[in-house]
Every structure is written in C-alpha cells, then in structure tokens.
C-alpha cells in the first residue's frame, strides 16, 4: 500500500482509497501478465470487499492513464484492457478463441519498424503491434 501511495503521489494524483486499490489490482494482474478490463477492476474490488462503483473505476482508469500509469488497449473487438505501463517495452499477441493475451519482445521486430519509419523520412516515436492468433491447427473461422 505504501508503494501504491508513493507511485500515486509521484504521478501527480492525490492518494484516495479508491486510486490506491485500483492500483494494487492492476499491479497484481501485471504479475500474472494479463490485461484487465473496467469491469474486470470493479469485479475484483467486489470481491474484496470494496465498495466503489463502475464509474468511480472508469474515471480512475483514465485518470492514471492521463498520468502515464496505465496503458488503455484497444485490441480487436474487445472491450479496452489496462495494463499498468511498463519502462520495458513489449508487444501483443491475441488469441481469438481464448482471448488469451500473450506479450512479447522480438529485437528484430523493433529494429525493422525502425528502419522502416526512417525509410519513410521518420522518425519511430512509438508503436503498437498486435497479432492476433488462434491455437496452432484450429480452423476456427474469424
Ligand atoms: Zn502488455
């Protein structure tokens, strides 16, 4: 609790009870590398016995998003997924049956994007990739 006070008051945001339980869930799920909706927030707060309403989580998500705390998602056809930011960078991999989300980081990747943009007479300031996947052998349709 006492890190979630330091981080809140380092972004910039007063500590209120809400912030700071929104924030212990959040860093939680990033230990077990998932992505959490509004909803999946306010689920987990119920069942720890908090009381703060959807709305109270909506405007809290996007105020640690304004703050760079969080990262908003907005992978294909889902709801927005939060993820407390990370200084290492990674990308996404989506799995259409599951909705399983897998992160991962390919130096090669990064460097081509790069060259790419510079190719183009840019400059990369940043990116987002998605995959989005299925399991290996499944002819699910899209
Ligand atoms: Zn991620």
Same mark, same amino acid.
């Given at each position: ?9 380092? +972004? #910039? !945001?007063? $500590? ?10 959040? *860093?939680? @799920? ?20 908090e009381d703060v309403g959807l ?11 304004? +703050? #760079? !705390?969080? $990262? ?10 939060? *993820?407390? @930011? ?57």
């Amino acid at each position: 609790m006492a890190d979630q006070n330091h981080e809140l008051r380092r +972004a #910039g !945001l007063k $500590v209120t009870l809400p912030r700071v339980k929104i924030l212990q869930i959040l *860093e939680r @799920s990033k230990d077990m590398e998932t992505h959490l909706s509004a909803e999946d927030v306010y689920k987990a707060l119920l069942d720890a016995g908090e009381d703060v309403g959807l709305a109270t989580v909506y405007r809290v998500l996007t105020q640690f998003e304004a +703050a #760079g !705390l969080v $990262v908003r998602h907005h992978f294909d056809g889902g709801h927005a997924l939060f *993820e407390v @930011s990370q200084e290492e960078h990674h990308d996404h991999m989506v799995c259409l049956e599951s909705g399983k989300i897998v992160e991962f980081f390919d130096e090669a990747i990064e460097r081509r994007q790069q060259e790419i943009a510079e190719e183009h007479g840019y400059e990369l300031v940043d990116h987002a990739l998605v995959l989005y996947v299925r399991p290996k052998g499944s002819d699910a349709p899209r």
